[in-house]
């Protein structure tokens, strides 16, 4: 462990000079998955100090933070021992203490974004019914609390009905769709009861995924990234493509739609707005995570300023970056586990192998462990057209032996 100074906040000391890189304030991160890895790759650049916490040791982003510190960012005596050494406190996952993070707050704790939109976005449900108050568009919902009430919403909703957990949620894990109304007991059962929380959604059987990145500055300046698509595979997500093919009517509106959710939200930071694009030219509202995301891996390659880096800026109250695309075109496909164990990376390593042969792609790795569906990094492939970075995606998927890439 490294020796910890207390060079307190940029505001307090705005007449001295910094003392190292270009904000001199310690960025606090809760979670150190790969989020937090890339966070700290952007801070590396501009010498910013990032220090995290997580239960796991060897995490990725452990490795490469100025201090990691192990304990859990759902405990809360961990986040406010932790909080301590922070110049500003932020996250890299919502399933954080939210409560403990509200009262570090009124004891004058820097959290961007601010607690309250962690409390907020971390129950789906009450995420769902803040933005439909905000007169957000969004797939209908209705909480269920027994049997009795998932058949009446099964009646209201119709099949199939889509059952998610209000708390805890990734990759779908905490989502499952009864095909009728028969399969609700198990359904229910395979969410683990209602006991911890469940709510149903009529079931969007949407045209294509977007996402959209909204950047809000601590000066509350607004910045959004390209609206992009996203392709979910057995609910992870798969590919992303930057920019999305939609008319410009489409993209107009959802840009409209995710700032008007971030609007909602109070904090700086880097905002993802999860889309549904319907047949008939709606855009709902899915979900929004309060900080850098898995659509905008791609921004690292392909945009004059990473999600990474913006995120940095928007908390330290730096200027935002600009989020245009610096190539025509970009696709990101995340490498997930195959496979357990050796037969896994051995997979991983062969598709990573071509993927070094192909130009315009990169290879993020952050892997501690093989397992099956787990994501374990993701390859950006650039090019000068979307039909160009999708051959040289099939090249490296070998779904294309020839071709001039
Ligand atoms: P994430 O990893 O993005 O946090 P999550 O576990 O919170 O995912 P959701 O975003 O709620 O899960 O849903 C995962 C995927 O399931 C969506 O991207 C979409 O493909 C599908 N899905 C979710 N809600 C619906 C719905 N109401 N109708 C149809 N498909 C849906
Ligand atoms: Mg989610
Ligand atoms: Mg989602």
Known sequence: ASVQRDEGSASERKDAMPIHGVSETIVGVLGGGQLGRMLCQAASQMAIKIVTLDPLENCPASAISYQHFVGSFDDGESVREFAKRCGVLTVEIEHVDAVTLEKLEQQGIDCQPKASTIRIIQDKYLQKVHFSLHGIPLPDFIQIDDLASAEKAGDLFGYPLMIKSKRLAYDGRGNAVACNKE????????????????????????????????????????QCYPVVETIHKDNI?????????????????????????????????????????????QVLLNEVAPRP???????????YTSQYE????????????????????????????????DAGFYLAHQLIGRALNIPGATVHCFLIEMRKQRKMGHITIVGPSMNIARRRLNLILEKETTGNH
């Open 183 to 222: 399969d609700l007991p198990s359904v229910v059962t395979a969410l683990g009861g209602f006991d911890h929380g469940l709510y149903v959604e009529r079931w969007t059987p949407f045209m294509k995924e977007l996402s959209v990145i909204v950047a809000r500055g601590r000066d509350n300046s607004m």
């Open 237 to 281: 997500c798969h590919i992303v493509e930057a920019p999305a093919n939609v008319s410009g009517k489409i993209k107009k509106l959802s840009i409209d739609v995710a700032r008007k959710a971030v609007t909602s939200l109070e904090g700086a930071g880097v905002f993802a707005v999860e889309l549904f694009l319907t047949r008939d030219g």
């Open 293 to 303: 995301h898995n659509s905008g891996h791609h921004t690292i390659e392909s945009c």
């Open 310 to 341: 913006q995120h940095l800026r928007a908390v330290l109250g730096l200027p935002l970056g600009d989020p245009s695309m610096k190539t025509p075109s970009a696709i990101m496909y995340n490498i997930l586990g195959e496979d357990e164990g």
